[in-house]
């Protein structure tokens, strides 16, 4: 069964597609890759967002395993300007809906 994982992605400005010619010619080859990427690797893109005016952009997917993700953002080059994280994602209303089967806290 597919999970949603969220990848965040952060630069800093120097390298920011936007100032860096470098930058922005990988950037400007991963956009066109992208659908053929996720097709590849098994991975829906439910949306993929830039934080006006911050060096932030997140990314919502579908795969069967976090592996997929990693292995698109590898090939994708992602990492060539972005420091990457990935998180599997639970939907807030599940999460609220199970949330008496997590043990208590001390506090």
């Keep these: 069964m597919a999970r949603r ?3 965040t992605m952060t630069h ?3 390298i920011c597609p936007l100032a860096n010619k470098a930058s922005r010619e990988i950037a400007m080859s991963m956009w066109k890759q992208l659908p053929a990427l996720t097709e590849k690797h098994g991975i829906k893109m439910l949306s993929l967002d830039h934080f006006d005016p911050e060096h932030l952009v997140i990314g919502i997917f579908e795969a069967e395993n ?11 080059g ?3 300007w972005n420091n990457l994280k990935v998180n599997a994602l639970t939907p807030a209303a599940q999460l609220m809906d ?3 089967q997590a043990p208590p806290t001390i506090f």
């Design 78 to 80: 992602l990492m060539a």
């Design 98 to 100: 199970n949330i008496d």
């Design 66 to 76: 976090v592996e997929s993700i990693n292995n698109f953002a590898m090939e994708a």
């Design 12 to 14: 800093p400005p120097n």
């Design 5 to 7: 994982y969220g990848l």
